[in-house]
Antibody, heavy 116, light 107 residues
């Protein structure tokens, strides 16, 4: 069974940084692209970033380009999202998702709150 | 970027009804569309891909169809456990995009 467990969320001040992690199990991690998708409170889903299985292809939404960095450690079956220069509008639940571009499994999400 | 427009944004129907949600793409995306279900307070769940192929374990009352720019998700016999918000997602090109969502409630 596929499991995706996010961690690293929390409260941070504007301009601050956070690193999210997603521990994956139940599938051959390095065979799959992985994505981060976020959901602001009361809003819809917004794709953030995708990384291919070998990390050779990486994509970002314009809203986070230059501030967020996606990466993966295939030896640890773990996906990361380094978030710098955080803004109030980055406040959201961040979901780790298996598959790219077809998302076919979702983690439970981790809440990131950017506030002073 | 490919924009996805879902309609309606909200619908209320009775148990046993047939309901249809539409997703329109701003340009042709062949059959590269998926549907996800999100129940209140929960993570999304993947339902269908290639516009019509159900994920394992998804009840057969769900069906997807369409190609090009117009797609539909149909629930043929609405059940109380189907109360959720439904999102379409295009996988034709980056940036990946989602529709605005359709909230389904029981009348």
């Amino acid at each position: 069974e596929v499991e995706l467990l996010e961690s690293g969320g929390g409260l941070v001040q504007p301009g601050g940084s956070l690193r999210l992690s997603c521990a994956a199990s139940g599938f051959t991690f390095n065979n799959y692209g992985m994505s981060w998708v976020r959901q602001a409170p009361g809003k819809g889903l917004e794709w953030v970033s995708t990384i291919s299985g070998s990390a050779g292809n990486i994509y970002y939404a314009d809203s986070v380009k230059g501030r967020f960095t996606i990466s993966r450690d295939n030896s640890r079956n773990t996906l990361y999202l380094q978030m710098n220069s955080l803004r109030v509008e980055d406040t959201a639940v961040y979901y780790c998702a298996k598959g790219a571009p077809l998302i076919n499994n979702w983690g439970q999400g981790t809440l990131v709150t950017v506030s002073s | 970027d490919i924009q996805l427009t879902q309609s309606p944004s909200f619908l209320s129907a009775s148990v046993g009804d047939r309901v249809t949600i539409t997703c329109r793409a701003s340009q042709g995306i062949s059959s590269y569309l998926a549907w996800h279900q999100q129940k209140a307070g929960k993570a999304p769940k993947f339902l269908t891909y290639a516009a019509s192929t159900l994920q394992n374990g998804v009840p057969s009352r769900f069906s997807g169809s369409g190609s090009g720019t117009e797609f539909t998700l149909t629930i043929s016999n609405l059940q109380p456990e189907d109360v959720a918000t439904y999102y379409c997602q295009q996988l034709n090109s980056y940036p990946l995009t989602f529709g605005g969502g359709t909230k389904v409630e029981i009348k």
